[in-house]
């Protein structure tokens, strides 16, 4: 079966530390891969998606960045955090292509606070 | 994007069933509408999804209006555990992206 690991649960950073969080997918190949956010009291928002090696859709330009170095990995950085990247972040999965009734699975999240 | 919009919270007692509704009045017609829960502090888990006809699973139930314009979440016996936020999403056709809502609040009440 396929599960999504996502670490470390919890973070805290000082303002103007890096950031790279990683998220790995297992019992899968060419996943579709997604990071979002949700501020506190907030809904989730969509920062990137990969639906390859390489592969990366951003969606909204801020001080992150993420990198798929591997099939089943995605990582998200930062060269200099802020205070408004604090929040929770969730790293997901689809199943490759196309097909629009793929169900999203999620991650267990990190909790992220830059202090 | 096809967006959604939900009510911001909604209370139900436990054992009655919980109706949360959602609205998607701009969805394409090969979009499906998917229903996820996220309980605080945790990823969303799936609950259900469907693109046109009506949709029943373990978890809940999916109504989907004939224009596909808006659809209903039901709950037939909500639990305390059932306190959550749900959320109301549309995969957006042609592409990749599942946009999320500010979701609604669900209070379930002994």
């Known amino acids: 079966s396929q599960t999504i690991h996502q670490w470390p649960a919890t973070l805290v950073q000082p303002v103007g530390s890096p950031l790279s969080l990683e998220c790995t997918v297992e019992?899968?190949?060419?996943?579709?891969l997604y990071w979002y956010r949700q501020a506190a009291g907030r809904g989730l928002q969509l920062l990137f998606y990969?639906?390859?090696?390489?592969?990366i859709s951003s969606e909204v330009p801020q001080n992150l960045s993420a990198s798929r170095p591997q099939d089943r990995q995605f990582i998200l950085s930062s060269k200099k955090l802020l205070l408004s990247d604090s929040g929770f972040y969730l790293c997901?999965?689809?199943?490759?292509?196309?097909?629009?009734?793929?169900?999203?699975?999620f991650g267990s999240g990190t909790q992220l606070s830059v202090l | 994007d096809a967006k959604t919009t939900q009510p911001t919270s909604m209370d139900c007692a436990e054992g009655r069933a919980a109706n949360l509704p959602c609205n998607h009045s701009?969805?394409?017609?090969?979009?499906?509408v998917y229903w996820y829960r996220q309980i605080h502090s945790q990823g969303p888990q799936y609950i259900i999804h469907?693109?046109?006809n009506n949709e029943t699973n373990e978890m809940a139930s999916l109504i989907i209006t004939e224009d596909r314009k808006s659809s209903t979440l039901i709950l037939p016996h909500a639990t305390l555990r059932d306190t959550a936020v749900y959320y109301c999403?549309?995969?957006?056709?042609?592409?990749?992206?599942?946009?999320f809502g500010t979701g609604t609040r669900l209070k379930v009440l002994a």
């Open positions: 997901a999965w689809t199943s490759g292509g196309w097909a629009t009734n793929e169900k999203l699975f």
């Open positions: 019992g899968t190949s060419n996943p579709n």
């Open positions: 990969s639906v390859g090696i390489g592969q």
């Open positions: 701009t969805i394409s017609g090969n979009e499906y």
């Open positions: 469907g693109l046109k």
């Open positions: 999403i549309v995969r957006v056709a042609l592409g990749y992206k599942y946009i």
